[in-house]
């Protein structure tokens, strides 16, 4: 067997030790650009998130509210189909439309303000009006979060948006009938408590519930 001696034994694990250096930086640099190359257009969604976080944030903390804006988060959501945003006040976490980057582009003539900006401060006034009643439950768009969008300086912030996204539709699926009148009253979805035919109920009860006149189920579509 052929012993080598210190000295070339220790150049060639050198030789080696370089090797394996240039291979890991090799693979490494690989797997650093390959996330890049494959979500690069989702940087920009992220980077935006992260700024409109900051964003409110900030706006919290000028109203007080530094306990809600230590937890509160922002994301782009493309789940969301016909909703420009939505606010989950147990995860602290306001989700907004990615389609409103796009209709940020299209509308920058057309509208005075951000679309994603006052979008953002809708979503941030539920949240705020959550935090300062605590558990109380309130209404989506009750007094609570009026005051807190004024706060938000959306004062005259309307309950829904108005921009063209697409909006959902469905065959209704069942068909309930007034007992008295024949009224037919098509639902999408099954009615589950007692409900009257109104017109019936305001002619023969005085507008009140009367059973008489509970709507039946006559045809189901499935």
């Given at each position: ?14 030789k080696a030790?370089?090797?394996f250096k ?169 009615i589950r ?30």
């Amino acid at each position: 067997m052929r012993l080598l001696s210190p000295s070339r034994t220790g150049g060639k694990q050198k030789k080696a030790l370089r090797l394996f250096k240039q291979l890991e930086f090799l693979v490494v640099g690989r797997a650093l650009r390959l996330p890049v190359q494959i979500g690069q257009a989702n940087n920009k969604k992220a980077s935006d998130a992260l700024a409109l976080q900051f964003q409110v944030r900030a706006l919290l903390r000028s109203l007080g509210a530094h306990t809600l804006a230590r937890e509160v988060r922002v994301e782009w959501n493309p789940r969301l189909k016909t909703c420009a945003g939505r606010a989950d006040y147990r995860e602290k976490l306001i989700s907004l439309n990615p389609l409103l980057l796009d209709h940020e582009l299209l509308s920058v003539n057309r509208h005075s303000g951000s679309e994603i900006d006052r979008t953002l401060r809708h979503e941030l006034a539920h949240l705020l009006a959550q935090f300062r009643v605590g558990r109380r439950r309130i209404a989506p768009h009750g007094s609570e979060w009026r005051e807190a969008c004024g706060d938000l300086d959306i004062a005259d912030e309307a309950r829904c948006h108005n921009l063209p996204f697409a909006s959902k539709s469905f065959p209704p699926r069942f068909v309930y009938a007034c007992p008295s009148c024949n009224e037919k009253f098509p639902r999408v979805r099954r009615i589950r408590r007692a409900i009257a035919c109104l017109a019936c109920c305001r002619k023969h009860n005085g507008g009140d519930f009367d059973p008489r006149f509970r709507l039946k189920l006559a045809t189901t579509n499935s």
